[in-house]
């Protein structure tokens, strides 16, 4: 996949750009059913599969405060746009200038003289241009004026118990929620933190017996607090593993943290990235009477992570 951070950068449209255009965030299912639309079209043309997104997320240019954690930062979306099989992300830095673009300039001066779209695939609340004064029957007039075609996606509806259309709004209620379960279905895989392993307080090995991986978290969304089995990547390769997420309530610290405890691991990694996929939140975080008992719960929590995570390594 080739990517695209400037505008500028684009000399010469795509060949029968297919494009779709969106925040992305989470790449959730409803938007790799966009991708996949987008692919098929521009395969049924000897087309250009092309996706735009923006950094940073234009709520956070426009309002400037009150925004919502972002459930996948930059990194990991352009990964999974890429997994999706999109030829181009266009990539574009989100500014009040760019926001300021009329609806007419940016589909005449954008979309098709410097990209070349021949097709759009939106869903049918996309808005754009200055103000939102874009829509899709905007954009419907605009096509027929300018030789192009609009192609407007159904949403995909939830199937997992939750109502409404699955968006990101809603995943990230879930796993603020710690239904992290419910969130894998909508995301069509679990979620994931990542972060740099950071010296802690120095309490999991040598205190507890149980050696902890702490994260300097770098995603913006945290699960609820609580202890959750996990599959941890490190140099591309998977671990089963438990995570606590909180507070450490036994100690008394009243400092957030991400703990993970990575199953059968004895690799030196302070100081390296690992990425943490939430599979089942196990329980609530508890405060314990004494040490003892804290450290008899985490065995049961390791006994318990390794049976659920067992389908994942066989």
């Known amino acids: 996949m080739k990517i695209i951070k400037n505008i500028e950068d684009v000399k010469e449209p795509f060949k029968n750009a297919v494009i779709t ?14 991708f996949h639309e987008v692919i098929e ?54 500014t009040m200038e760019f926001a300021k673009l009329s609806a007419r300039t940016f589909v005449e001066d954008i979309l098709i003289k410097r990209i070349g779209m021949k097709v759009i695939v939106v869903g049918s609340d996309y808005s754009f241009g200055n103000k939102r004064e874009g829509n899709v029957d905007l954009l419907k007039q605009f096509a027929e004026e300018m030789d192009f075609s609009v192609v407007v996606a159904d949403w995909i509806q939830a199937t997992n118990g939750t109502t409404g259309r699955i968006s990101s709004t809603a995943i990230r209620e879930l796993v603020m929620d710690g239904q992290i379960e419910n969130a ?31 994260i300097n978290l770098q995603d913006e969304l945290s699960p609820k607090v609580g202890v959750y089995a996990v599959i941890v990547e490190h ?15 036994t100690f008394d610290d009243h400092i957030f943290t991400v703990e993970a405890h990575i199953l059968d691991f004895k690799k030196d990694i302070y100081g390296q990235k690992i990425m943490v996929n939430f599979v089942q939140r196990l329980r609530a975080e508890i405060k314990f009477t004494g040490i003892d008992q804290l450290v008899e719960q985490i065995h049961q929590d390791i ?12």
Not at 21 to 34: K, M, P, S, T
Not at 77 to 83: A, D, S, W
Request: aromatic share 6%; net charge neutral.
């Open 184 to 214: 894998a279905k909508m995301l069509g895989r679990n979620y994931q933190i990542r972060g740099v392993v950071a010296h802690g307080r120095d309490r999991g090995g040598k205190l507890l017996g149980i050696p902890t991986a702490n």
């Open 21 to 34: 255009i969106g925040n992305f965030d989470g790449v959730h299912i409803g938007h790799q059913a966009l």
């Open 303 to 314: 006994a318990d992570a390794s049976k659920i995570l067992a389908p994942y390594f066989e």
């Open 41 to 94: 079209r521009a395969d049924a043309i000897e087309g250009t599969a092309v996706a735009m997104t923006f950094e940073p997320h234009p709520i956070r240019v426009i309002t400037q405060n009150g925004h919502p954690p972002l459930i996948t930062l930059n990194e990991q979306k352009m990964e999974l746009i890429e997994k999706s099989g999109i030829d181009v992300l266009i990539c574009l830095p989100f």
């Open 235 to 249: 140099a591309g390769i998977r671990y089963p593993g438990v995570a606590n997420i909180g507070y450490s309530p």
